[in-house]
């Protein structure tokens, strides 16, 4: 009997000791030092998200840790995609959809399973543009002409077919009963040379983020004749969304952070707190306001179900832009 007891007491002395130690390793985290991935060069889209956010946890005292922004341009994301993958739960990571078309375009072997989701940030919109003296004042006139002939307007995009710019006038197109397949697009280099392009008439519409778009629109050389937001926009409050005129469609450009592979329940609970006392900061609504930007906050689970639906939606998109099989 006396035996049996010691022995009960030691299994109980053995669990005590490890749930302190398991303590213990909880506390441990966050480390001292933070990495916060952008998966580009300095100056995007990217590279200006994981700034924001080192800035507005840090300046809120929301983290203790140092945070540092880690620039690993390459392959449209995979570098840096790659790069975390074989990290742990120290470093995270800046997305959006390239994520997705990445994978199914063939380009890269990662898809967002790879990875652990943490939070949809903000999005940005996307909006359809023609030139000042276009024959076509409003979407609606647009997607008749095209639904008529859809080889009959060049249509400028950049950098590549695949990306949300091209993506959204695709499902566009495919709401309003048009062959995707069939559209002539012309591909450049840089959203500032399709504005170029447009304004020169060497192509007749163009598909970019508003934010590409909106100086020359203010400045009255070219025209934007759709918004793909569920709402209009307060800094375009004239133009109308996609949906008034016909085209029953919301198309966020969206990005986000993920982390390594096998974080713990704990390490994402620690990142679902920070991040949404971050987005409710007037700093973080300022960097949103500054960058044309609208808040998109979604919490880990939220984010894990949204990248399942968008996963099935770029697989559907890129199939009828005759992108993929």
Same mark, same amino acid.
């Given at each position: 009997m006396k035996r049996i007891i010691l022995l009960l007491l030691s299994i109980a002395?053995?669990?005590?000791?490890?749930?302190? $130690?398991?303590?213990? *390793?909880?506390?441990?985290?966050p480390p001292d030092l933070i990495e916060f991935v952008a998966p580009a060069t300095p100056g995007?889209?990217?590279?200006?998200?994981?700034?924001?956010?080192?800035?507005?946890?840090?300046?809120?005292?929301? +983290?203790?840790?140092?945070?540092?922004? +880690?620039?690993?341009? &390459?392959?449209?994301?995979e570098v840096g995609f790659q790069y975390l993958k074989n990290r742990d739960s120290n470093t995270l990571a800046v997305n959006s959809s390239l994520l997705f078309t990445n994978n199914e375009l063939g380009l890269s072997e990662l898809s967002h399973e790879d990875f652990t989701p943490l939070a949809i940030l903000a999005t940005e919109w996307q909006s359809i543009a023609v030139g000042p003296d276009s024959d076509y004042d409003n979407l609606e006139a647009v997607m008749e002409q095209l639904k008529k002939d859809p080889e009959s307007l060049k249509i400028g995009v950049a950098p590549g077919?695949?990306?949300?710019? !091209?993506?959204s006038f695709i499902q566009a197109a495919q709401e309003? &009963?048009?062959d995707p397949s069939k559209l002539d697009f012309l591909v450049y280099e840089s959203g500032g040379e399709v504005v170029t392009a447009l304004l020169g008439g060497h192509i007749d519409v163009a598909?970019?983020? +508003?934010? *590409?778009?909106?100086? $020359?629109?203010?400045?009255d050389r070219l025209d934007i004749v759709g918004v793909s937001s569920e709402e209009r926009l307060e800094e375009l409050p004239e133009v109308p969304t996609f949906k008034e005129q016909g085209v029953d469609l919301?198309?966020? !450009?969206?990005?986000? +952070?993920?982390?390594?592979?096998?974080m713990t *329940?704990?390490?994402?609970?620690?990142?679902d707190e920070r991040l949404q006392q971050m987005v409710e900061t007037e700093e973080w609504q300022t960097i949103l306001e500054n960058n044309q930007w609208d808040d998109y906050y979604m919490n880990a689970e939220e984010t894990e179900q949204f990248m399942d639906e968008q996963e099935q939606t770029y697989q559907e998109l890129l199939t009828n832009a005759g992108l993929t099989e």
């Open positions: 002395f053995i669990g005590g000791c490890s749930a302190e $130690q398991s303590q213990g *390793e909880e506390s441990d985290y995007g889209g990217w590279d200006l998200t994981a700034r924001s956010m080192q800035r507005a946890l840090n300046n809120n005292e929301l +983290v203790e840790s140092d945070i540092n922004v +880690v620039n690993k341009p &390459g392959g449209g994301g077919l695949g990306n949300d710019d !091209h993506l309003y &009963g048009i598909t970019m983020s +508003v934010s *590409e778009a909106s100086e $020359q629109y203010k400045a919301v198309f966020p !450009h969206w990005r986000g +952070v993920m982390g390594p592979p096998d *329940e704990e390490e994402i609970a620690y990142w």
